[in-house]
């Protein structure tokens, strides 16, 4: 298997009044081409840091990188100027973001804001850009692609702008593709619609994916692989079913168990600690706060991501 | 059997749409005859897509909204035939948590304000006794008391909720909405606000009407369920038993279409074919059969009527007949 991403040794730090806080401390994550890796963990836990700090879309101030390297078909993204990462935006490394409300622009038709795109980066000429929108509209199965290219956004149902966001990010034929909670916001019943649609897409295309969560559960409809991610850092790491099945590490048996699943099961809070502590321990495991097996070594060692069987990886000491 | 809190009765709310010059006044019809009652100490589930009219309703029995017919009664005292004194009297027993905690909370006001407002305006206390009011709200939700004197901006998602809830607490209310309240945090934050929410539940004696797509959050907290589509509850019964086996077409769609651990793959989630109608002119007959995987002739000449399918439930379908 070839690794299309490699990222080694990444550290993001924020710049804040209170002094310096790392946001994402990565070892080593790698992406084979053709795999879909999911990437789950509560809100504030770096994902979408991640995510922008591949596209180089990170603001900087206040945030920074203080070292690592992306390697991205062996080039690293990082030593790439604003001009080249232009070239790979949308051709190479596309993105669908969070918020279909707020990601497209609501003074233009879609139908321009599609067009508008791959007269860019495709160079295509105005008619050929709206024949191939009217494709990609097809690929994304609305129905009457015509009518949808002629609206503007508000006009279109959460469902419809979020399938216009897939049909952008798979416009360019980009190899790499980084789904940022594609479903946030939508109802259950069209998150299966655009999910099973991704899914497809992805089939199809044989990209690779990047696919960002925070339910295990929906990840693991479309995901290979897939990392536990808590507080910039890779505490579990394995394909789906080893981690869904077989969850090792305390934060991601957590993360299971805040689910409620019967009624008035008791969810079972003296093993959900009750608030992350705000700033990071100087030394030590970032978990060991709100951990309940913690143990001496776990407040004075940082434990390194190691083998537990198959593919699966875990950072405990336990 | 408990004492009724809230009775609902042919409950309707049109919204106008004005026509053009040459075109009628039309009506959105939000909620199309709704009738239910809810005992003290339980918790209704309310279900259903965006826009399916839930929202809508809550507004009503807020009295945020006049209904365009049909009537409200609150502890037997119709709610849009009172005023003056006693409306503000009955306003106390009914609060709401909203949906997002980072639009309902003022960012200019302190805690204090946010939380003492409805004291304030309702029982009028001195400054001291105010804070004081407001702290021992703070901890009832576990908030630290120090909180009264800060911004909403300092507080997290989950902290930001559970600042909503002690305000819809403020006033010792009888009746509860909570209009997705977990929606906007992540799963350890929601853990744990459902959690807050079911012990204050059992120690205020509180009656909630949770408004909630997520199910499992539904399946969780209530012990009746009302799924609704498009202006009318569709099934609505005891929660445990239209979770074991749900009975309208509509209700199976929903529970099959969300994704769960024991879903092995996307192509077995279940996909409701279209979008919801418009609105505005609904369906005729059944006003699902546009949709429904079991659609049947009758289904688009007559509509349904909420009927007694089995012990614990109702349903509205020609097929359960």
Known sequence: ?318 | MNETILSVKDLVKYFPVRGGVFTKAQWVKAVDGVNFELEKGRVLGLVGESGCGKTTLVNVLLKLEEPTSGKVFFEGTDLFNTHGQQLRRLRKNIQIVFQDPFWSLNPRWLIRNIIGEPIQVHLKPPLSQLVKMVEDLLELVGLPREAVYQYPHEFSGGQRQRIAIARALALRPKLVVLDEPTSSIDALSQAQILSLLMDLKNKMDLTYILVSHDLRVVHYMADEIAVMYLGKFVEYGDAEAIFQKPAHPYTQALFKSAPSISVESVNDLFILPGNVPSAINPPSGCRFHTRCPQVMEICSQKEPPLVKIDRDRLAACHLLN
């Open chain 1, 1 to 318: 298997m070839t690794e299309l991403l490699k990222i080694e040794n990444l550290k993001v730090n924020f710049r804040t009044f209170e002094g310096v806080t790392n946001v994402l401390n990565l070892e080593s994550l790698s992406v084979a081409k053709g795999e879909s890796f999911g990437l789950v963990g509560e809100s504030g836990a770096g994902k979408t840091t991640l995510a922008y700090t591949i596209l180089k879309l990170l603001p900087i101030p206040p945030a920074f990188v203080e070292s690592g390297v992306i390697n991205f078909e062996g080039e690293n993204l990082l030593k790439k100027s604003e001009g080249e990462m232009q070239k790979i935006r949308g051709k190479k490394v596309s993105m669908i973001f969070q918020d279909p409300m707020s990601t497209l622009n609501p003074v233009f038709t879609t139908g321009q804001q599609i067009t508008r795109v791959l007269q860019h980066n495709q160079g295509l000429h105005k008619a050929q850009a709206k024949k191939r929108a009217v494709e990609l509209m097809n690929l994304v199965k609305l129905p009457d692609p015509e009518n949808i290219l002629s609206k503007y956004p508000h006009e279109l149902s959460g469902g419809q702008r979020q399938r216009i966001i897939i049909a952008l990010a798979f416009s360019c034929g980009a190899q790499f593709l980084i789904a940022d909670e594609p479903t946030r916001n939508l109802d259950v019943t069209i998150q299966a619609g655009v999910l099973q649609l991704i899914a497809e897409l992805i089939r199809e295309t044989n990209v690779t994916v990047l696919f960002i969560g925070n339910n295990l559960e929906l990840v693991s409809l479309i995901c290979d692989r897939v990392g536990i991610l808590h507080r910039g850092q890779l505490v579990e790491l394995g394909s789906i079913k080893e981690v869904a099945k077989h969850p090792a590490h305390p934060y991601t048996l957590t993360l299971l168990r805040a689910i409620p699943k019967e009624k008035r099961e008791k969810i079972d809070l003296t093993q959900i600690a009750l608030k992350a502590e705000e700033r990071l321990a100087e030394k030590g495991c970032r978990y060991a706060g709100r951990c309940l097996k913690k143990e001496k070594i776990c407040l004075e060692e940082e434990p390194a991501l190691k083998h537990i069987g198959g593919t699966h990886y875990i950072a405990c000491h336990l």
